[in-house]
């Protein structure tokens, strides 16, 4: 059997989700899309080339940014992630792609870093290995780098309520958007699946509850897309369906 030159390096499961990074998981969906072989190896964001997940080595040469990945993929591999798109589709799976990115992505980051009880549950634990009389200093600084990074992206600046208004309004118009439709475009997965799935997943896992979460259980096509993708690229996981699933 080949060995594949391709790793991948993303984090460990985690919150009920195959990797507790949208980008990382866009990244291995993607992979997945492409029908490239590849090896996943866990990592953390400080051993990272740009100090964030994901990245990859690809036969020796190193390339950072889930972007950039799949740009670095459809140029080596001769392959179209977006292929059968016309160019308004084109235009519009990247609007998308950046709504999910740098929109719906940091709301999600907020409920999970900086609301009390979920950064209780989640992200406080990935310091669960330093010395006990480390953690909460440990805790306190990546509380704070997080809160920085969303005071500086915008985002932070709002008041709970203002942001989950905000990820709301983004989610609805992903619902709009993907209608009846099996997938944003049509009857198979593009590009831009790969994220919207991964961040509305993110939202949607039953182990944080929030207002963002609230609102996509409320979009029964939502709920069914998620599930659907998740069948597909990660059949083995097993992903704990939201009520409104059955709705």
């Known amino acids: 059997m080949t060995t594949p030159q391709i790793t991948l390096y993303g984090c460990a499961p985690a919150f009920g989700l195959p990797d507790p990074s949208p980008f990382v998981t866009k990244t291995e969906v993607q992979l997945q899309m492409a029908n490239l072989p590849y090896r996943k190896v866990f990592a953390i964001p400080p051993e990272a080339p740009k ?76 310091v669960d290995a330093a010395p006990a009389a480390m953690r909460e200093r440990l805790r306190a600084d990546m509380q704070a780098a997080k809160q920085n990074e969303l005071h500086a992206q915008g985002l932070g600046r ?20 993907l209608g009846e439709r099996i997938h944003l475009f049509g009857d198979r997965p593009h590009a831009a699946d790969a994220i919207v799935f991964s961040v509305l997943a993110a939202i949607l896992t039953p182990f944080f509850d929030s207002p963002l979460r609230e609102a996509a259980g409320r979009h029964a096509n939502l709920v069914a897309y998620v599930a659907r993708i998740m069948q597909i690229y990660y059949p083995a996981h097993a992903w704990p369906q939201p009520q409104a699933a059955a709705a």
């Open 51 to 126: 100090g964030k997940l994901p990245w990859i080595e690809d036969a020796g040469e190193v390339v950072c940014d889930s972007t950039f990945i799949r740009a670095h993929l459809e140029r080596k591999y001769g392959i179209d992630l977006d292929a059968g798109l016309d160019a308004r589709q084109r235009a519009e799976a990247w609007a998308v792609e950046r709504l999910a990115e740098d929109h719906l992505y940091w709301a999600m980051v907020w409920f999970r870093w900086v609301d009390p009880a979920n950064f209780a549950k989640g992200p406080a634990h990935f």
């Open 158 to 177: 709002h008041s709970p309520e203002q942001i989950a208004a905000l990820g709301t309004r983004s989610i609805d118009a992903l619902a709009v958007l």
